[in-house]
């Protein structure tokens, strides 16, 4: 890399936001520099396994199709777990639209895509510096080096250093970022397709939530991808700095051995171990400015990532926002420079696409979701009142006995659990 060359452009991180942006910018005819930390792009990121494919064909078009897609998922599944029980709600379609994958993989081929449109991918770069001088970003520095641009854009990650160092947010705090750890189990394509039903080609998506977080705010992932299954807890930090018993190592392993579940992987090798924090804390964790002269953020390090229990979308956020950095840095360019005035655009741009809109619009989904009750009682009530009614003794009982002894038992009055059912169908 010369480092006396100024480029037009300097991208730093090579994850989905990143090379989203470096792909469309060097399309158009710049001069792009993408600085990966990692030895290949996705090597420092972790994700659970599925991304949703609309932003990315909006990018990547008909190439999308030539992505490492494992599996489209076309069986949705959402289990309430209490103690070793546990009941589930499941959705199957012949259409689909998400993906599984490994990230590593994914982030590679956005990142050659990038390459092959003329981007210089160079990889172990730390950046730990952004240049700044006379009212404007002028390029980014790593150690005593430093390198040049008329445009920095800041694609790091939630991990936003760079960005504390500029004044533009504060230090994480807990309740705005979510831990997660995961493990990869290889089981061989034939058994992933017997032991969850599926056919050549087809994923499942499985989100557990109660007992198998030990009920705290969060929740359990299961996707299956070609070969493997990727299995994970996801916590809210806030909630795991205090309630947190076991490393959440063990609780992994938990979820690995539940007996409602063990069975699905009992042969595998664990073949893969990670973990990760990710953004939770929605437009409350956005920074004060994601324009300045000559610097834009995207991606994960501008909170743009969306949990709403139900679903997560961490990857298609961000490369979305990392094309919208990308358009948006070219039509400040076409009115004559990267000022922050011009570069405004991308904060219009976001403000109109789905990515802001559905951070705005759930963000209260998300404030209940951070309710540890929540994780409680809805769990315990929905297994409490399938025991109740299922499990048969002598008498059969009626749906509404069993539901209303299970309400007592989990300690629900009626008032509170309408009061609770109505934030959250008004939330959703």
Avoid: C
């Amino acid at each position: 890399m010369d480092v006396k060359k100024k480029w037009d452009i300097i991208i730093v991180g090579a994850g989905p936001a990143g090379s989203a942006a470096g792909y469309i910018l060097a399309k158009k005819g710049f001069d792009v520099l993408v600085l990966e930390r990692g030895r290949q792009p996705g090597y420092k990121e972790l994700f659970g396994g599925r991304v949703y494919a609309e932003p990315l064909r909006e990018i990547y078009g008909n190439d999308l199709d030539k992505a490492p897609i494992h599996r489209w998922v076309k069986k949705e599944k959402l289990s309430f777990v209490d103690g070793n029980k546990l009941v589930s709600i499941e959705y199957q379609s012949d259409t689909s639209t998400s993906f599984t994958t490994y990230l590593p993989q994914l982030a590679k081929w956005m990142a050659d895509k990038a390459g092959e449109t003329g981007a210089l991918l160079v990889e172990e770069i730390t950046v730990d510096k952004i240049l700044y001088k006379d009212g404007k970003v002028i390029g980014v520095g790593s150690g005593p080096d430093e390198v040049y641009a008329n445009l920095v854009i800041d694609a790091e990650g939630v991990n936003r250093l760079l960005l504390e160092g500029l004044g533009l947010v504060d230090k994480l705090k807990p309740e705005q970022v979510a831990v997660g750890a995961k493990e990869t189990i290889k089981l061989g394509e034939d058994k992933v397709n017997e032991r969850f039903g599926l056919n050549k080609g087809e994923g499942m998506a499985w989100l557990l939530m109660g007992g198998i977080t030990e009920y705290i705010p969060g929740g359990a992932f299961v996707y299956t991808n070609k070969d493997s299954v990727s299995i994970g807890l996801v916590l809210h930090l806030g909630h795991a700095v205090k309630d947190v018993k076991d490393h959440i190592s063990q609780m992994v392993e938990r979820l690995r051995l539940h007996p409602q579940l063990r069975n699905l992987w009992i042969d595998g090798d664990i073949m893969e171990y990670g973990g990760h924090l990710t953004p939770e804390a929605g437009p409350a964790m956005m920074p004060k400015k994601l324009a300045l002269n000559g610097f834009l953020i995207t991606g994960d390090a501008g909170g743009l990532l969306l949990n709403v229990g139900y679903t997560i979308r961490g990857v298609d956020f961000a490369a979305y926002t990392g094309y919208l950095a990308a358009k948006a840095a070219i039509e400040a360019h076409d009115k004559g420079g990267f000022t922050e005035q011009n570069l405004k655009t991308y904060e219009r741009m976001l403000k109109e696409s789905f990515t802001y809109k559905d951070l705005t619009r759930l963000t209260g989904m998300q404030d209940l979701y951070s309710d540890a009750r929540m994780f409680s009682a809805l769990p315990k009530l929905a297994v409490g009142t399938a025991s109740n009614v299922f499990e048969i003794g002598l008498e059969t009982p009626g749906i509404w006995k069993g539901f209303n002894k299970a309400r007592k038992q989990a300690g629900l009055g009626l008032l509170s659990l309408a009061w609770k059912g109505y934030r959250l169908i008004k939330k959703m």
